[in-house]
């Protein structure tokens, strides 16, 4: 069984900045997509960013220009830099990804960012 690993996040004044990493616990299984989501309290879990293979990389449009996205999908890893952060950022930031094979999604146990003003 392969496992999704975040790391990152944390509490953060408004303005500042966090990187959220994910790797896997299985180096051999393959992904066609890597990517972060995230819900605030309340709020469904939405889609933040997604790297495909030869890195390209896209964010969503509440966050373009201050979020980047990177990776690489032959190493499963994908990284989520997160600058100029804003309250409205505040939620749990899952890593996601789709199997190359079984097309199932995989997600990582959660990471809480937490954005003061």
């Known amino acids: 069984q392969v496992q999704l690993v975040e790391s990152g996040g944390g509490l953060v004044q408004a303005g500042g900045s966090l990187r959220l990493s994910c790797a896997t616990t299985?180096?051999?299984?393959?992904?066609?997509?890597m990517g972060w989501f995230r819900q605030a309290p309340g709020k469904w879990r939405e889609l933040v960013a997604v790297?495909?293979?030869?890195?390209?990389?896209n964010v969503t449009d509440s966050v373009k220009g201050r979020f980047i996205v990177s990776g690489d999908i032959a190493k499963n890893t994908v990284d989520l830099q997160m600058n100029n952060i804003k309250p409205e950022d505040t939620g749990i930031y899952y890593c996601?990804?789709?199997?190359?094979?079984?097309?199932?999604?995989?997600w990582g146990q959660g990471t809480q960012v937490t954005v003061s003003s």
């Open positions: 790297i495909i293979g030869g890195g390209i990389g």
């Open positions: 299985r180096s051999t299984f393959s992904f066609t997509e």
């Open positions: 996601h990804a789709i199997g190359r094979l079984d097309k199932r999604s995989y």
